[in-house]
């Protein structure tokens, strides 16, 4: 499966060819930055029109559950309540997945392969990110965006 990073934003995605499926959404770095808990209106507006014709799910690796299950109540969507992280498909058995899924994430390590191991789509979007990000959080993105960077280099995505 074909990999390819969109220079895009959440709130720019065109969704309209997204219908019927089951979207798991991350939240750090696709929805909001890491550091914030409020998401933006055209995020929500995105969020809102996937909603019309889609099963949307939201979840993080973030530790900070209590952050994430807040902006999932606040967006009114179903958290993934998993003691596994992505990649890890056991995710799978959280959610009611009736339709093709398709994840929509900001990293390839994460999200990239978490659609790879459960043969979903995966959306991958540029991440938001703000000057109140954990220097965790900055390595972090840094890693992954080396991380693609080589495995394009090396045709293995």
Known sequence: MKIKKLDIFFHELNVDDIYNMTVILDIDGTLVCSSEKKVNKAVIKIIRKLQEQNAL?????????????????????????SPHKKPNKKILKYIDATCPIVVIGDKYLTDGLFAQFIEAKHIYIKRYRCKKDSMLDKFTCFLDDLVYVIVKILHIV
């Open 57 to 81: 799910y939201i979840f993080s690796n973030n530790y900070n559950w209590k952050r994430s299950r807040e902006i999932a109540n606040d967006l009114s969507l179903p958290y993934i309540n």
